[in-house]
């Protein structure tokens, strides 16, 4: 499966992911642990990837890390300002 780039990145959240993982004084392995009770398995440098733009995220990922961020999936696809 081929995964494409968007603006040299392989997802658009990442840095919201970040940005709500650091309000809330949430270690990179303690989002991975919130997310790994919520059903998806992923480790924390996955979270790490992820937040820097080097990992895919899936549709159903996107959908558990608003749930566990307690954000709107909107906000997480929402240019940064």
Request: hydrophobic share 45%; net charge positive; charged share 30%.
């Amino acid at each position: 499966m081929k995964i494409y780039d968007y603006g040299g990145k392989k997802n658009i959240c990442g840095e919201r992911i970040r940005e709500a993982r650091v309000i809330q004084r949430m270690s990179q392995s303690e989002l991975a642990a919130k997310m790994q009770v919520a059903g998806i398995t992923i480790e924390r440098d996955s979270i790490s990837r992820v937040e820097i733009g080097t990992r895919f995220v899936a549709d159903y990922e996107l959908k558990i890390f608003a749930k566990v961020l307690n954000v709107d999936v909107v906000w997480l696809l929402a240019d940064k300002e």
